[in-house]
């Protein structure tokens, strides 16, 4: 049977010194947090694979339509114009991410991250389903090629790729809808062909991260394990292991009680024994049960300290809590503290670099809440018709535009275009309503003519368009153009 890698301080437990990888196989383990992570997992899935099927003014929860370049966001429509708004969205991400991270630690990575939730809590319990606890899924590792071992590795690879497609057609379903997805389901691969590809690819990225790579996205590719080094400090919120309490750990319990030898790996049962040789007041409170490696999804020892590949999981806690218990000793031997109150200071919350991302918050909340306050259900633009800027007649000048109206809402809209000008002009074009269809676009034309004896220079002109029923108006400001007015009275002359 394959022996667990003993981790160590100066190296990462997944790799190996010759480069290969050897895998972990994490046990079991009960508690609190355990199933606090299963419930806010199971709310997470649900959300993630909720959202394109629930339906917010008339589209989907969260809808990307790319094709279209619209993008429906809870009942909110962004046309592409609208695209500088996503800044204000990520760097909103961001400072969250930074002053949660600065109070609370990697929580992220341990209980919403999308690689954690469906790894541990898909992906894993298929795995232990199949396979067993971790003491048999190492036996079955380390065991040879045989029909049952054939067919375990088959149903469960199977499972992988099925969950993968299911979250892949999910995934797609944001892009363009369910609707959309069921339609290319049912027709052949070739007549959606960048589709089905994408469905291919995407799939298997899935299964080889879930299957194979897993705690190594965490460790080697995503760059959040290597910046919690800048975000965080002494008193931010950390899984750690209380040094001055469980120091000196022995192998052996305290008078009373030991480990059993015959106590099966991932597990841990104690027996009666006689006094120790070592007086008990040397000793700490661990009892080196390796039980918390055991139970680690990145197979590290929490003991030897904050680590890059602890993400923030909780499960060595509730793994040493069930031995302290046991033990009839204080839980909280590993606990969620900060590293100033595990070596006995008190917790400063309010620091200097928790003021800074609170402002940076507050003040990135309210910079977009102020921008999506100015989307409209309407999109205006006027632009200058290419090729000659003006054209001069005997009697005129004229400046030809097109204005284009994009209609965001869910029904047709009726548009009306007013012309504000400080020079007397006459108009060509939308002098009436114009009908938009809905989430659909229209351009037309408008051609504006000034005589030549009222023209004195450029001007400025006030475009407004108003929908029908009032509900919304823009303006948008072009300028008249026309030559230069000496040159005009020199030809009048």
Same mark, same amino acid.
């Given at each position: 049977?394959?022996?667990?890698? !003993?981790?160590?301080?100066?190296?990462v437990?997944?790799?190996?010194a010759?480069?290969?990888?050897?895998?972990?196989?994490?046990?079991?383990v009960?508690?609190?947090?355990?199933?606090?992570?299963?419930?806010?997992?199971?709310?997470?899935?649900?959300?993630?694979?909720?959202?394109?099927?629930?339906?917010?003014?008339?589209?989907?929860?969260?809808?990307?339509?790319?094709?279209?370049?619209?993008?429906?966001?809870?009942?909110?429509t962004?046309?592409?114009?609208?695209?500088?708004?996503?800044?204000?969205?990520?760097?909103?991400?961001?400072?969250?991410?930074?002053?949660?991270?600065a109070?609370?630690? !990697?929580?992220?990575?341990?209980?919403?991250?999308?690689?954690?939730?469906?790894?541990?809590?898909?992906?894993?319990?298929?795995?232990?389903?199949?396979?067993?606890?971790?003491?048999?899924?190492?036996?079955?590792?380390?065991?040879?090629?045989?029909?049952?071992?054939?067919?375990?590795?088959?149903?469960?690879?199977?499972?992988?790729?099925?969950?993968?497609?299911?979250?892949t057609?999910?995934?797609?379903?944001?892009?363009?809808?369910?609707?959309?997805?069921?339609e290319?389901?049912?027709?052949?691969?070739?007549?959606?062909?960048?589709?089905?590809?994408?469905?291919?690819?995407?799939?298997?990225?899935?299964?080889?991260?879930f299957?194979?790579?897993?705690?190594?996205?965490?460790?080697?590719?995503?760059?959040?394990?290597?910046?919690?080094?800048?975000?965080?400090?002494?008193?931010?919120?950390?899984?750690?292991?209380?040094?001055?309490?469980?120091?000196?750990?022995?192998?052996?319990?305290?008078?009373?009680?030991?480990?059993?030898?015959?106590?099966?790996?991932?597990?841990?049962?104690?027996?009666?024994?006689?006094?120790?040789?070592?007086?008990?007041?040397?000793?700490?409170?661990?009892?080196?049960?390796?039980?918390?490696?055991?139970?680690?999804?990145?197979?590290?020892d929490?003991?030897?300290?904050?680590?890059?590949?602890?993400?923030?999981?909780?499960?060595?806690?509730?793994?040493?809590?069930?031995?302290?218990?046991?033990?009839?000793?204080?839980?909280?031997?590993? !606990?969620?503290?900060?590293?100033?109150?595990?070596?006995?200071? !008190?917790?400063?919350?309010?620091?200097?670099?928790?003021?800074?991302?609170?402002?940076?918050?507050?003040?990135?909340?309210?910079?977009?809440?102020?921008?999506?306050?100015?989307?409209?259900?309407a999109?205006?633009?006027?632009?200058?018709?290419?090729?000659?800027?003006?054209?001069?007649?005997?009697?005129?000048?004229?400046?030809?535009?097109?204005?284009?109206?994009?209609?965001?809402?869910?029904?047709?809209?009726?548009f009306?275009?007013?012309?504000?000008?400080?020079?007397?002009?006459?108009?060509?074009?939308?002098?009436?309503?114009?009908?938009?269809?809905?989430?659909?676009?229209?351009?037309?034309?408008?051609?504006?003519?000034?005589?030549?004896?009222?023209?004195?220079?450029?001007?400025?002109?006030?475009?407004?368009?108003?929908d029908?029923?009032?509900?919304?108006?823009?303006?948008?400001?072009?300028?008249?153009?026309?030559?230069?007015?000496?040159?005009?009275?020199?030809?009048?002359?």
């Amino acid at each position: 049977m394959l022996k667990p890698v !003993r981790p160590t301080i100066d190296s990462v437990t997944t790799i190996s010194a010759d480069g290969s990888r050897p895998f972990i196989y994490p046990a079991d383990v009960k508690g609190r947090f355990t199933t606090a992570r299963k419930l806010s997992a199971l709310a997470l899935i649900v959300f993630y694979l909720s959202l394109p099927w629930i339906q917010v003014g008339g589209f989907p929860a969260v809808f990307l339509d790319i094709a279209a370049r619209r993008f429906h966001l809870f009942g909110l429509t962004f046309a592409a114009q609208d695209m500088w708004l996503s800044f204000f969205l990520i760097t909103g991400l961001g400072f969250a991410l930074f002053f949660i991270t600065a109070l609370f630690g !990697r929580i992220w990575c341990g209980w919403a991250c999308p690689q954690t939730v469906f790894l541990d809590h898909v992906y894993r319990r298929i795995e232990r389903w199949i396979d067993g606890n971790a003491v048999a899924r190492r036996k079955l590792a380390a065991a040879p090629w045989t029909g049952a071992k054939i067919a375990k590795r088959t149903l469960k690879h199977a499972l992988y790729l099925l969950v993968s497609l299911v979250i892949t057609h999910l995934f797609l379903a944001y892009y363009v809808s369910l609707k959309s997805v069921w339609e290319m389901v049912s027709t052949a691969p070739g007549e959606h062909w960048s589709a089905f590809l994408f469905v291919a690819v995407a799939t298997a990225i899935l299964y080889f991260n879930f299957a194979w790579f897993r705690e190594q996205l965490c460790i080697v590719i995503c760059p959040y394990g290597r910046l919690q080094s800048a975000m965080i400090d002494d008193h931010s919120m950390v899984v750690g292991y209380d040094t001055r309490r469980g120091e000196p750990r022995g192998k052996g319990a305290k008078p009373g009680l030991a480990k059993s030898p015959n106590a099966a790996a991932g597990s841990v049962e104690f027996v009666k024994t006689g006094s120790s040789s070592e007086p008990e007041a040397k000793r700490g409170d661990c009892v080196d049960c390796a039980r918390c490696v055991q139970v680690c999804p990145t197979g590290i020892d929490i003991r030897q300290g904050l680590q890059l590949e602890c993400i923030g999981c909780t499960a060595c806690i509730d793994a040493c809590d069930e031995v302290m218990r046991r033990l009839k000793r204080p839980t909280g031997l590993i !606990r969620y503290d900060s590293q100033a109150a595990l070596a006995g200071a !008190r917790t400063r919350w309010l620091r200097p670099r928790v003021y800074l991302y609170s402002v940076m918050l507050a003040i990135g909340i309210g910079v977009a809440s102020k921008a999506i306050s100015t989307v409209k259900p309407a999109n205006i633009s006027v632009t200058r018709i290419t090729g000659t800027p003006y054209v001069v007649t005997d009697e005129t000048i004229r400046n030809q535009f097109f204005v284009r109206i994009l209609n965001k809402r869910a029904e047709p809209t009726d548009f009306i275009v007013e012309v504000d000008s400080p020079t007397p002009l006459t108009r060509s074009g939308l002098d009436g309503p114009l009908s938009v269809p809905a989430i659909s676009e229209e351009i037309r034309p408008l051609v504006l003519v000034v005589p030549r004896s009222h023209y004195t220079g450029p001007f400025k002109v006030s475009i407004t368009t108003r929908d029908a029923q009032g509900r919304f108006a823009q303006t948008r400001e072009i300028e008249f153009l026309g030559p230069d007015p000496r040159l005009l009275n020199e030809e009048d002359e």
